[in-house]
T-cell receptor, first 113, second 113 residues
Framework: EPEVTQTPSHQVTQMGQEVILRCVPI?????FYWYRQILGQKVEFLVS????????KSEIFDDQFSVERPDGSNFTLKIRSTKLEDSAMYFC???????????FGQGTRLTVV | QQQVKQSPQSLIVQKGGISIINCAYE??????FPWYQQFPGKGPALLIA?????SEKKEGRFTISFNKSAKQFSLHIMDSQPGDSATYFC????????????FGSGTRLQVQP
């Protein structure tokens, strides 16, 4: 069964450092998403990406965040200068179309120290 | 208006019992209502979803009931099993406004043997 894969599973970084989280969406899907989940809290939308550009973003997705599809398979989330409050589980998801089933990866646990 | 309110926060059910989780929304532009199941350390997994043209959808032991006029929907888990113990999230998305999934706050279900 096709699945969304994310790497690394756990990333520890120092405050102020840049991190890149990687995702391989399901191959025939057109929409890609990043969500985050602070420990014990709900899943929050960050950004959606379609046709090589951002289609929607939330208030959380400020100038320190960026997304990119560097090649035909990878989808990345970059956090430029990490803060302690960026510590969370980051989930990549993909869907065939907007408003259809979104499939989530296993997540990257980001710990900022 | 983007919020999806979910209750209860936690639920304990005996094996074989019925688990009921409720969600309410405000945004009438929402037209897709999935439920996700999440085990500790894993990504959310789509369980079942409904669109507002039907009032109920059943898949195995899982049923979504949808009340468009009340702007509420609920998940019923029949014959609950210890393996159903997980956190359940309702979500919603629509064609206008926020098109990505907006998640509820989650319900931690514990099914006791």
């Amino acid at each position: 069964e096709p699945e969304v894969t994310q790497t690394p599973s756990h990333q520890v970084t120092q405050m102020g450092q840049e991190v890149i989280l990687r995702c391989v969406p399901i191959s025939n899907h057109l929409y890609f998403y990043w969500y985050r989940q602070i420990l014990g809290q709900k899943v929050e939308f960050l950004v959606s990406f379609y046709n090589n550009e951002i289609s929607e973003k939330s208030e959380i997705f400020d100038d320190q965040f960026s997304v990119e599809r560097p090649d035909g398979s990878n989808f990345t989330l970059k956090i430029r200068s990490t803060k302690l409050e960026d510590s969370a589980m980051y989930f990549c998801a993909s869907s065939e179309w907007q408003g259809t089933e979104a499939f989530f990866g296993q997540g990257t646990r980001l710990t900022v120290v | 208006q983007q919020q999806v309110k979910q209750s209860p926060q936690s639920l304990i059910v005996q094996k074989g019992g019925i688990s009921i989780i409720n969600c309410a929304y405000e945004n009438t532009a929402f037209d897709y209502f999935p439920w996700y199941q999440q085990f500790p350390g894993k990504g959310p997994a789509l369980l079942i979803a409904i669109r507002p043209d039907v009032s109920e959808k059943k898949e195995g032991r899982f049923t979504i009931s949808f009340n468009k006029s009340a702007k509420q929907f609920s998940l019923h888990i029949m014959d609950s099993q210890p393996g159903d113990s997980a956190t359940y999230f309702c979500a919603a998305s629509g064609d206008t406004g926020r098109r990505a999934l907006t998640f509820g706050s989650g319900t931690r279900l514990q099914v006791q043997p």
